[in-house]
């Protein structure tokens, strides 16, 4: 694992990211982390305690947005159709997690949209693998891909820049490789059994 001193000292190794501050840093790398972050569809990291809402489909078994769970620290549902703010009710008991963001009830959870609310502490404490790796190639790549030009000619010069639209493959700005993608997949939840 890589700490986050670790992933800046690095992406400020790559060409010319030497000049970084490391508020530039940090942005950047948060930036690439939001793209891990789409593509996963989970907070893969850093770790944070947050509050998400949940769809459910009754039964024992709820999946949270998370494959990385430290703590539940609160759950909570409410009445089907009923979206008022205190609508919600704490669920005191009879419940359990695992690490791999399932929630366990004893009985079943309620069916519905938004019918799940639960305050979890999530994500790795460093980016895990080779995902680190994978945030510094993002960063490096949003911080010089070129913005807004997608053809401009002058005199005999031309220059064009293709951001979208290219290769699958390319990676430009924040977009993904196809090799970046299959570190990825390991952490999608997309994937879970």
Same mark, same amino acid.
């Given at each position: 694992?890589?700490?986050?001193?670790?992933?800046?000292?690095?992406?400020?190794?790559?060409?010319?990211?030497?000049?970084?501050?490391?508020?530039?840093?940090?942005?950047?790398?948060?930036?690439?982390?939001?793209?891990?972050?789409?593509?996963?569809?989970?907070?893969?990291?850093?770790?944070?305690?947050?509050?998400?809402?949940?769809?459910?489909?009754?039964?024992?078994?709820?999946?949270?947005?998370?494959?990385?769970?430290?703590?539940?620290?609160?759950?909570?549902?409410?009445?089907?159709?009923?979206?008022?703010?205190?609508?919600?009710?704490?669920?005191?008991?009879?419940?359990?997690?695992?690490?791999?963001?399932?929630?366990?009830?004893?009985?079943?959870?309620?069916?519905?949209?938004?019918?799940?609310?639960?305050?979890?502490? #999530? !994500?790795?404490? /460093?980016?895990? %693998? +080779?995902? =680190?790796?994978?945030?510094? $190639?993002?960063?490096?790549?949003?911080?010089?891909?070129?913005?807004?030009?997608?053809?401009?000619?002058?005199?005999?010069?031309?220059?064009?820049?293709?951001? #979208? !639209?290219?290769? /699958?493959?390319? %990676? +430009?700005? =924040?977009?993904?490789?196809? $090799?970046?993608?299959?570190?990825?997949?390991?952490?999608?939840?997309?994937?879970?059994?």
């Amino acid at each position: 694992m890589t700490s986050l001193e670790e992933l800046r000292e690095r992406l400020r190794r790559r060409p010319g990211m030497a000049d970084l501050t490391d508020e530039q840093a940090d942005d950047l790398l948060a930036e690439a982390a939001d793209v891990v972050r789409d593509y996963c569809g989970w907070r893969v990291w850093p770790r944070l305690t947050e509050t998400v809402t949940v769809d459910t489909v009754g039964g024992p078994v709820a999946g949270l947005p998370s494959l990385m769970l430290h703590q539940v620290l609160a759950v909570e549902t409410r009445p089907q159709h009923d979206l008022a703010p205190d609508a919600w009710a704490a669920v005191a008991g009879g419940w359990d997690w695992s690490a791999g963001g399932w929630l366990w009830r004893c009985g079943c959870w309620p069916d519905g949209p938004r019918r799940l609310r639960v305050e979890m502490d #999530s !994500g790795h404490e /460093e980016p895990p %693998g +080779a995902i =680190g790796s994978v945030l510094i $190639a993002v960063a490096a790549r949003t911080a010089t891909a070129p913005v807004g030009v997608s053809s401009e000619q002058a005199g005999g010069e031309s220059v064009s820049y293709s951001t #979208s !639209g290219g290769s /699958e493959d390319s %990676g +430009a700005g =924040g977009m993904l490789t196809g $090799a970046e993608r299959r570190v990825l997949d390991r952490y999608r939840l997309a994937n879970r059994p």
